[in-house]
């Protein structure tokens, strides 16, 4: 193979990990989403299903780009699905697999830049921005399950804006949320709101849903 050739094999094999990465996101998240809707959870069933489908928003947005590249996308599945888990392991778990994800793409973005794909790289670091406010979310339910236990759903913040140790005022329960359709493959569901946590996301005008950040599109032929 050329030089050209080899760094394009490169590039196609950092997304292929990562798109296996959120292939086995898709079916955790959403095996999760069964369990807390099955346990009346159901606002927090909701929200692990929409973080679902931006996980597979991610898993189309890396197969277009691998196809743009001449490269096959992977159908292989990164691990194997934890079943039966806990509400208290859920998001400890979760989140501790949201900062293994950050890490790791972080490593591939590398990989594109050091392979002179710099739309590649921006398409890492699109999606990195998007699993940080999955982390932040799953941090913030965590915390709060920690502090106050599980043992009413109510008691649980059902949005990343909701206060750790701050529940919700007295009254009648509050009807769930529908889920309309997507329209787009960049407005998938009503998504996340952003948890403005930490100075550096404090800063950043990170938009009120995570399917807002729009990704510019990439062009059909590119060369490395």
């Known amino acids: 193979m050329s030089d050209r050739e080899i760094r394009k094999a490169n590039v196609v094999e950092a997304l292929n990990k990562a798109r296996s990465?959120?292939?086995?996101?898709?079916?955790?998240?959403?095996?999760?989403?069964?369990?807390?809707?099955?346990?009346?959870?159901?606002e927090l069933a909701a929200n692990m299903k929409l973080i679902a489908i931006d996980e597979m928003r991610h898993c189309e947005m890396f197969a277009e780009r691998i196809k743009e590249l001449?490269?096959?996308?992977?159908?292989?599945?990164?691990?194997?699905?934890v079943k039966g888990q806990e509400v208290k392991a859920i998001y400890?778990?979760?989140?501790?697999?949201e900062d293994d994800?950050?890490?790791?793409?972080?490593?591939?973005?590398?990989?594109c830049?050091?392979?002179?794909?710099?739309?590649?790289a921006k398409l890492f670091e699109t999606i990195i921005g998007e699993e940080q406010i999955h982390l932040?979310?799953?941090?913030?339910?965590?915390?709060?399950?920690?502090?106050?236990?599980c043992a009413r759903p109510s008691a649980i913040p059902s949005s990343p804006r909701s206060p750790v140790r701050r529940l919700r005022p007295a009254g009648p329960p509050r009807a769930l949320p529908s889920l309309p359709q997507p329209q787009t493959r960049?407005?998938?569901l009503e998504k996340l709101e952003t948890p403005g946590k930490g100075a550096f996301f404090s800063k950043l005008p990170f938009p009120k849903t995570v399917s807002a950040a729009r990704v510019p599109p990439f062009p059909k032929t590119f060369d490395v």
């Open 136 to 149: 932040n979310y799953f941090d913030n339910i965590s915390d709060h399950i920690e502090t106050l236990g």
């Open 113 to 120: 830049v050091d392979n002179g794909d710099i739309l590649t």
């Open 101 to 111: 994800t950050i890490f790791v793409y972080n490593e591939l973005r590398k990989v």
């Open 70 to 81: 001449g490269g096959e996308p992977t159908s292989e599945v990164a691990g194997k699905v």
């Open 92 to 97: 400890s778990s979760d989140s501790d697999s």
């Open 21 to 42: 990465m959120e292939l086995h996101a898709i079916h955790q998240y959403m095996n999760q989403h069964y369990n807390l809707d099955d346990m009346d959870y159901g």
């Open 186 to 188: 960049a407005d998938t």
